[in-house]
């Protein structure tokens, strides 16, 4: 079936560049996301990109799309305290299908 | 708009005790999910509803009931619960178009002893 890979855990200095990456399986992927979790609540969809996107800009963040090696990563610029959350990377196979979600990466900033 | 909405926040049941969790959207949408987070484990998906009157087993649905009463709510029911079944319950919602992105509930935190 189809799968979703993050590496578990990420720390970085306070004003740097924050690099998440997620791999996947299902080549016929149509959207990818990424959503936030802060601790005691819900996931918060930060961003998505369509699969026939290879990047894509909102403010601090970037995402990257690798369709061919399947793979995704999410730039957080001048990484901030506030950002310090769980990432989780999602696929959608089709249409109005549950999403597959990797297991979250745990981004932790030093002041 | 409240977006979606569960009750209860928290709860302790004993082994063997039964409860519902509720979960209600005013996003107008088609489909709704019941995941459950466990440490080191992500969200694993219970079951979902892909429309009104329908319901599909996820990847972890031993020892749960869903009853989707309306197309604004979708219920989580435990019959017997176990310890195992300690972990944080998120209802979730999508529509039927556009990106297909899931709306997150805040959680229900339940403990089995």
């Known amino acids: 079936g189809e799968d979703v890979e993050q590496s578990l855990f990420l720390s970085v200095r306070e004003g740097d560049s924050s690099v998440i990456n997620c791999t996947y399986t299902?080549?016929?992927?149509?959207?990818l996301y990424w959503y936030k979790q802060e601790p005691g609540a819900g996931l918060q969809l930060l961003t998505y990109i369509f699969s026939n996107m290879d990047m894509k800009q909102d403010q601090r963040l970037t995402v990257l799309l690798n369709k061919k090696d399947k793979h995704l990563s999410l730039r957080i610029a001048d990484t901030q305290t506030g950002d310090s959350a769980i990432y989780f990377c999602a696929e959608n196979h089709s249409g109005n299908t549950p999403l597959v979600f990797g297991k979250g990466t745990r981004l932790s900033v030093i002041a | 708009n409240a977006g979606v909405t569960q009750t209860p926040k928290f709860q302790v049941l004993k082994t063997g005790q039964s409860m519902t969790l509720q979960c209600a959207q005013d996003m107008n949408h088609n489909s709704m999910y019941w995941y459950r987070q466990d440490p080191g484990m992500g969200l694993r998906l219970i079951y979902y509803s892909a429309s009104e009157g329908t319901t599909d087993k996820g990847e972890v649905p031993n020892g749960y009931n869903v009853s989707r009463l309306n197309k604004r709510e979708f219920s989580l029911r435990l019959e017997s619960a176990a310890p195992s079944q300690t972990s944080v319950y998120f209802c979730?919602?999508?529509?039927?178009?556009?990106?297909?992105?899931?709306?997150f509930g805040p959680g229900t935190r339940l403990t089995v002893t």
């Open positions: 979730a919602s999508s529509g039927s178009s556009g990106v297909y992105e899931q709306y």
């Open positions: 299902d080549s016929s992927s149509t959207y």
